[in-house]
């Protein structure tokens, strides 16, 4: 029996994804829960094992390739004695499978005749099973000098044997003030799908909007075929906007124009710190995990949190509250090669000091090889970035959304302090403290950070204040 596995969501409400790498080929035995491909998803690579027993039949989409949720994405011969799907995948496929219609339930179509019943699969809950798989081409910009519409400009096409077909109907101009391309959702799925630039289309449809004709249309005509053209202009190379880096991108548009972002900044001299960093290193509950200064700043974050807990809260638009969190999931920033993650960890508050070593330590040794799920970005309650890496001395951190404030740490590095009196080579770093001014006013930002920057200038203030 030939069965097809359909791209599934991973329980984020993401509508599409990108096939990274596949794990067999054609040909190849397969076992339930086996690992077959690798996906990436708007937040996080994640690998997707096979529901079934048996032998690859197709590879239904390739590397590289983006597909929509509920598309097949392989296809299995299975054979009537394979073995039973495990119960944990069983159960993994019954929440995902959308709620079936109510027996005699008729679907919108024609005649208003009740749909086809389909086999049950794991797609994304509240969407639709599309059959076959989604091909989909790179997009391609308008040559300059091409006409916006050849169908709409029958000067410019050629037909031979016959007379010349009737002109399209002449395309509507927007109305005045429009901005951007009118198409419905379906055109423009149908436009990605068919590489062509909506752009490029004068709409034939009501107010000049773009209609699926119109689109089949610019594709017959052979519309746009011009990166060969735009590369002999001048040297340009086009990355598109995917993935983690598409994500941060819209996260951090809406958390900079949502809430009201203050920064506060702190300089301050960290040497007793950084000594202290040394001894840990020394300890035995140390010996397996990596210390450094990042965590005794995670430590005096979680401390003045539970001094000053409005600090860690969110702002409910909807219902016009404050949501007051009693737990940290403490979010740590972090640069990979397909953008920027913020993993958190999770009940960081009830952690030891060596504890919170291994989760810091586990938590960026996964966001950096790319492997970090979805489920550890979400519910995040304060973060923390570290700048100073980069060898930046500060910066103005943009709020993770649903937080209220983020802490940025600056590079550590030796310069003159005054120490009773006398001038010194010290340790010196910079704190920056952004907050959203509808929850944390003036004085408690202050306040945090300067306990914060009391805590690192003497550790022995987080021993009194926990």
Known sequence: MRREFKLPDVGEGLTEAEVVRWHVEAGDAVKVNQ????????????????????VVADLLAEAGQTVDVGAPII?????????????????LAEDMVPTPPAEGAVEPGAHGSPAPKEERQAVLVGYGVKTGATKRRPRKPQAPGLPANPVANPSRVEVAGGPAPAPAPAPVAPPAGRVGVLAKPPVRKLARDLGVDLSTLAGTGPEGSITREDVHAAAEAGAAPVAEVAAAERPEERIPVKGVRK?????????????????????????NTMETVQRLRTFRDFADVKVSPLLLVAKAVLTAVKRHPMINSSWDEAAQEIVLKRYVNLGIAAATPRGLVVPNVKDAHTLSLPELAGRLAELTETARAGRTQPAEMAGGTFTITNVGVFGVDAGT?????????????????????????????RKVTTLALSFDHRIVDGELGSMFLRDVGDMLEDPLHMLAWS
């Open 35 to 54: 690992i077959v491909v690798e996906i990436e998803t708007a937040k996080s690579i994640v690998e997707l094992p096979i529901p079934w027993d048996g």
């Open 75 to 91: 296809a299995v011969e299975t054979s009537e004695g394979a073995a039973p799907v495990s119960e944990e995948t069983k159960a």
């Open 247 to 271: 994500m941060t991108a819209q996260a951090m548009v809406a958390s900079a124009f949502t809430a009201p972002h203050v920064t506060e900044f702190l300089q301050l001299d960290v040497t």
């Open 397 to 425: 951190p943009i709020l993770n959304p649903g937080e209220a404030a983020i802490l940025a740490i600056g590079q550590i590095r030796d310069m003159p302090w005054v120490v009773d009196g006398e001038l010194a080579v």
